[in-house]
């Protein structure tokens, strides 16, 4: 049974940081991609960030890039999102999914809805 639990959310004064995990069980990591994904209060959900297995590729969405940073430990199969400088447009529910494939050749890491699996998400709330 495949699992992703995400961690780390929380409150948050706007400027500051959080650090964001996501622990993957019941699936061959190195065989998957993962991506960041948020869904704000009464929005579709959009993408945030994409890194391949090795964690040498990494992609982000234009209004995250320069404060966020994705990355991944193989080794213990989970996944990071360290989130600085952060803004009230930030405030979402933030889920990490797994796609099967490597993201060095997809052209659709921002598609939601071709991901394979999905964990429960956590809340992240930005004060100003």
């Known amino acids: 049974q495949v699992q992703l639990v995400e961690s780390g959310g929380g409150l948050v004064q706007a400027g500051g940081s959080l650090r964001l995990s996501c622990a993957a069980s019941?699936?061959?990591?190195?065989?998957?991609?993962m991506g960041w994904f948020r869904q704000p209060p009464g929005k579709e959900r959009e993408f945030v960030a994409a890194?391949?297995?090795?964690?040498?590729?990494?992609r982000y969405a234009d209004s995250v890039k320069g404060r966020f940073t994705v990355s991944r430990d193989s080794a213990k199969n989970t996944v990071s999102l360290q989130m600085n400088s952060l803004k009230p447009e930030d405030t979402a529910v933030y889920s990490c999914?797994?796609?099967?494939?490597?993201?060095?050749?997809?052209?659709?890491?921002?598609?939601?809805?071709?991901?394979?699996?999905w964990g429960q998400g956590t809340q992240v709330t930005v004060s100003s």
């Open positions: 999914a797994a796609h099967l494939g490597n993201l060095g050749y997809s052209v659709t890491y921002y598609r939601a809805n071709e991901y394979n699996y």
């Open positions: 019941g699936l061959s990591f190195s065989n998957y991609y």
């Open positions: 890194v391949s297995w090795s964690g040498g590729i990494t």
